[in-house]
Nanobody, 117 residues
Framework: QVQLVESGGGTVQPGGSLRLSCAAS????????MSWYRQAPGTERELVAV????????NYKTSVKGRFTISRDNAKNTVYLQMNSLRPEDTAVYYC??????????WGQGTQVTVSS
């Protein structure tokens, strides 16, 4: 069955770094674009970063540009989100998402990221 398993979340001080990983199985990973979303309490889920199936194209939410980097390893069926210079407003549950137009969409269970002093 399809699985997306996130890891790497935790608590970090402002200015710190975390690296999230999302391990995929049960589908042809290299044919799917991959994204990271996040959701803070009381807010809607928002797109943070997306990477194309080949890894050649990336896009980011404006507020994370220059601080976050999305990457993927198609040989390992894994997508990453390197997060640097973390701010308290980055605190949220981060979700991995696999998408293949037009209808295939899969979600992970989420991993908590807390930025606090």
């Amino acid at each position: 069955q399809v699985q997306l398993v996130e890891s790497g979340g935790g608590t970090v001080q402002p200015g710190g770094s975390l690296r999230l990983s999302c391990a995929a199985s049960g589908f042809t990973f290299s044919m799917y674009s991959m994204s990271w979303y996040r959701q803070a309490p009381g807010t809607e889920r928002e797109l943070v970063a997306v990477i194309s199936s080949s890894g050649g194209d990336t896009n980011y939410k404006t507020s994370v540009k220059g601080r976050f980097t999305i990457s993927r390893d198609n040989a390992k069926n894994t997508v990453y989100l390197q997060m640097n210079s973390l701010r308290p407003e980055d605190t949220a549950v981060y979700y991995c998402c696999a998408r293949r137009i037009p209808t295939n969409v899969y979600w992970g269970q989420g991993t908590q990221v807390t930025v606090s002093s």
